[in-house]
C-alpha cells in the first residue's frame, strides 16, 4: 500500500563508471499523481538519505516526460520500465530503483544505450533518399500495411527488452530484440524495401537473428507493446526466403 | 574468430540438426522401444531390423552420430551464453527457453552414458545387443530413473525444440500461430513421453 506521506526509495548509486555501486535509500514527501521522476526531483531539492545524511543529488536521464523518448529506463521493482510513466500510487513500497544492466552505468542511474545506436547502424536502420538530383515522390505505402508498420516505429530505443532479454548479455554478442525490429518497418517501407537485401544481409552476422532464443520476454516488457516476437519471427522468414534466393537465385 | 563469423550457419545447422535428423530419429528409437511392450521376441525382432540395416556405420555416422554431437557440443555453447533470468521474468516462455536449456544439458549427459552402456558394449566389448542388455542395465532402479528423466528431458527437449524450430525458420510468425504450435508441441511431448517411459518400463 502506498504510504501517505512518504515514499521510501532504495535507490542503487554508482559514483561513476569505475567505482562500486551502492544502495542508498531516502524519503521523500508524498503528493498524489507523482511518478518516479518528480520523487528522484524531490531527492535532488533536498539530497538528504533516510539516514538524515547529507548526500549527492541522484543523478537520472529524462527528456520527453512521456513516454516517447525512451531516455529514463530503469529498473524499477525488478521491471524496466520508464521512469516518467511508473505511477508512485501503482507500486509497492519501498520502491526499488536500478539503473538498466545491461548497459554501462555512467553515473546513479544514467546508463549508455550506445550499443543500441550502432547496432542500429549496422542493420542500417534508414531509408536512403538522397541523390544528387530529385526523385521524385516514392511509391505508396499500402494503409493496411502502414497500420502495423507504425506499431513498430513507436520504439524509442528505451533499451527495456534488451534488459530482460536472456541472450543479451557480456557473454553473446546478440544485438538485442529493438534494432532487429526495425529492420522490418524500413523492410516493409516501399521506398526501404528497395534495400531490403543490405540489411538483411547485416542480421545475417554476428549477433543478429539467429542469437535470438525465443524467450519472448522482450514482448511482455515493452513499455510501447510494439510486437517484437512477431517482428523477430517474421524476419526469420525474410532471412529464410533471402537464403534461398540467394542460393538457388532469384530475378 | 571462425566460430563467431560463421554465427548464422552454425545457428541454422544447429537448428535444423535438432529436428532432421536428431529428432526424427529420437521419435523412431522410442517406437522401436515400444515394441518391447509387446515382449521380448517382439522387440528383438524390431531392434534387429535396425541393426541390420545396410550401410549401418554410414548411417550412424551420418544420421546420429555427427548431427547429435555437433548440436549437443554447439548447444552447450549456445546454453551457457544465457544468463537466465526466471527470477525476475517468470513468464511461461521464458521457463520454457531455461528448461529447453536444462533438457539439452541433461540429454547430452544422459546420451553419452546411453551410447557408452549399449552401443559402445557391443561395438567393442562384444555385448550382445538384445532385450537382455537394456533389462541388466535397468535391473538397477537408480539406472532406471536416470533412464526415465534422460528420456523425459529429451522429449521435451524435441517437442519444444519444435516450437522454437517453427519460429527460427520463420513458418509460425504471428502469436496466434505460435500459440497453436505451442499446444501441439505440448502434446508431442505427452504423447512422446508415455511412449518412451512405457517402453524403459518394459524392460524393468
Not at chain 1, 121 to 128: L, Q
Not at chain 2, 107 to 120: G, L, P, R, S, Y
Request: glycine share 6%; hydrophobic share 40%.
Amino acid at each position: 500500500m502506498p504510504s501517505h506521506d512518504k515514499i521510501h526509495l532504495i535507490i542503487r548509486r554508482q559514483k561513476d563508471a569505475a567505482s562500486a555501486p551502492y544502495h542508498e535509500e531516502f524519503y521523500v514527501p508524498y503528493r498524489t499523481n507523482m511518478n518516479i521522476i518528480s520523487a528522484l526531483m524531490e531527492v535532488q531539492k533536498h539530497p538528504v538519505n533516510r539516514n538524515g545524511e547529507g548526500t549527492t543529488p541522484v543523478i537520472w536521464e529524462s527528456v520527453c516526460l512521456e513516454e516517447v523518448c525512451g531516455s529514463c529506463s530503469m529498473v524499477i521493482n525488478g521491471k524496466p520500465r520508464q521512469a516518467c510513466s511508473t505511477l508512485i500510487d501503482q507500486l509497492e513500497q519501498p520502491i526499488r530503483i536500478e539503473p538498466l544492466s545491461t548497459f554501462p552505468v555512467v553515473r546513479d542511474l544514467v546508463v549508455d544505450r550506445q550499443r543500441m545506436f550502432d547496432s542500429l547502424k549496422k542493420v542500417k536502420a534508414w531509408i536512403p533518399i538522397d541523390g544528387t538530383h530529385d526523385l521524385g515522390p516514392g511509391p505508396r505505402m499500402a494503409e493496411k500495411t502502414r497500420q502495423w508498420a507504425y506499431e513498430l516505429s513507436k520504439c524509442m530505443t528505451c533499451g527495456c527488452c534488451l534488459e530482460a532479454c536472456p541472450n543479451v548479455n557480456h557473454q553473446s554478442p546478440f544485438m538485442g530484440p529493438a534494432p532487429l525490429s526495425q529492420v522490418r518497418l524500413f523492410n516493409a517501407h516501399p521506398t526501404g524495401a528497395m534495400h531490403k537485401e543490405e540489411r538483411i544481409e547485416a542480421i545475417m552476422g554476428e549477433g543478429g537473428i539467429t542469437t535470438c532464443g525465443n524467450s519472448q520476454n522482450c514482448v511482455e516488457v515493452c513499455p510501447k507493446g510494439i510486437p517484437l516476437t512477431t517482428s523477430l519471427a517474421h524476419l526469420n522468414r525474410q532471412v529464410t526466403i533471402h537464403s534461398f534466393k540467394a542460393f538457388f537465385g532469384s530475378y | 574468430m571462425e566460430l563467431r563469423k560463421n554465427q548464422h550457419l552454425y545457428r541454422k545447422l544447429h537448428s535444423l540438426s535438432g529436428i532432421i535428423p536428431v529428432g526424427v530419429f529420437l521419435t523412431v528409437h522410442l517406437f522401436v522401444n515400444y515394441t518391447a511392450t509387446w515382449g521380448q521376441e517382439a522387440y528383438n525382432t524390431a531392434a534387429g531390423i535396425m541393426v541390420n540395416l545396410p550401410f549401418k556405420y554410414f548411417l550412424e555416422a551420418f544420421i546420429i552420430f555427427i548431427p547429435m554431437y555437433f548440436h549437443a557440443i554447439y548447444g552447450i555453447y549456445i546454453a551457457f551464453q544465457a544468463k537466465n533470468n526466471v527470477g525476475r521474468y517468470g513468464y511461461t516462455r521464458n521457463w520454457k527457453f531455461l528448461l529447453q536449456r536444462i533438457t539439452g544439458v541433461i540429454t547430452f549427459i544422459f546420451v553419452t552414458w546411453h551410447i557408452w552402456e549399449t552401443k559402445i558394449q557391443v561395438e567393442f566389448f562384444g555385448v550382445d545387443a538384445n532385450y537382455h542388455l537394456m533389462a541388466n542395465i535397468v535391473d538397477n532402479p537408480i539406472s532406471l530413473i536416470f533412464y526415465i528423466i534422460g528420456i523425459v528431458s529429451a522429449v521435451y527437449h524435441f517437442a519444444n525444440g519444435i516450437w522454437t524450430f517453427l519460429i527460427t525458420w520463420g513458418i509460425t510468425v504471428s502469436p496466434k500461430s505460435q500459440k497453436v504450435s505451442a499446444y501441439i508441441t505440448l502434446g508431442l511431448f505427452v504423447v512422446l513421453s508415455i511412449i518412451g517411459v512405457r517402453a524403459i518400463l518394459a524392460f524393468a
